[in-house]
Antibody, heavy 120, light 110 residues
Framework: QVQLQESGPGLVRPSQTLSLTCTVS??????????WSWIRQHPGKGLEWIGN???????YYNPSLKGRVTISVDTSKNQFSLKLSSVTAADSAVYYC????????????WGQGTLVTVSS | QSVLTQPPSVSAAPGQKVTISCSGS????????VSWYQQLPGTAPRLLIY???ERPSGIPDRFSGSKSGTSATLAITGLQTGDEADYYC???????????FGGGTKLTVL
């Protein structure tokens, strides 16, 4: 079955760019029918959708993140990535990658999550 | 403040039934499918219900979902201690052009 695994730095300096990668195994990102997504969870808080991308390149971002987000796909590596610019302590969270059914919209499966702390 | 409103906590005894509500509006629940997720302590969320009331393979039929108007409900019967977790509802919001989640409900099995 499809599995997702996040990777990237656990510590990012304020004002820098947070960069994470999600590696997909057990299935192809290019197979279609799914959006490849990022979701985050602040410590002790609920879930916040960051955005998602279709393998063809179309992207959808949470307007609340005000243009700081970029999601890209590397079909040759079966990976997709998240870049979040100008980070502050408020961006410290556990970041999850997930596959989102198109067009139904549910998320399944999820990666195990990776904690990113923004601190100097 | 979450767009979808869930009770912060619910509790019930083992073997009993509990329901968790998720309230929204016409721009989200009222016109889009709802999904539910279970997050056990220290783990990633897991899909429980999709398309309002469908269960993925492997999810016991003790878990069920329903939707009426601008509200959705997750029901869990035959409660087990292993069901203690946080539960989240989610859907698309057409006005915000964003996926939105409820604030989460902590289930305690007494």
């Amino acid at each position: 079955q499809v599995q997702l695994q996040e990777s990237g730095p656990g510590l990012v300096r304020p004002s820098q760019t947070l960069s994470l990668t999600c590696t997909v195994s057990g299935g192809s990102i290019s197979s279609g029918g799914y959006y490849w997504s990022w979701i985050r969870q602040h410590p002790g808080k609920g879930l916040e959708w960051i955005g998602n991308m279709y393998y063809s390149g179309s992207t959808y971002y949470n307007p609340s993140l005000k243009g700081r987000v970029t999601i890209s796909v590397d079909t040759s590596k079966n990976q997709f990535s998240l870049k979040l610019s100008s980070v502050t302590a408020a961006d410290s969270a556990v970041y999850y990658c997930a596959r989102r059914e198109a067009p139904g919209g549910w998320f399944d499966p999820w990666g195990q999550g990776t904690l990113v702390t923004v601190s100097s | 403040q979450s767009v979808l409103t869930q009770p912060p906590s619910v509790s019930a005894a083992p073997g009993q039934k509990v329901t968790i509500s998720c309230s929204g509006s016409s721009s989200n629940i009222g016109n889009n499918y709802v999904s539910w997720y279970q997050q056990l302590p220290g783990t990633a969320p897991r899909l429980l219900i999709y398309d309002n009331n469908e269960r993925p393979s492997g999810i016991p039929d003790r878990f069920s979902g329903s939707k009426s108007g601008t509200s959705a409900t997750l029901a869990i019967t035959g409660l087990q201690t292993g069901d203690e977790a946080d539960y989240y509802c989610g859907t698309w919001d057409s006005s915000l052009s964003a996926v939105v989640f409820g604030g989460g409900t902590k289930l305690t099995v007494l």
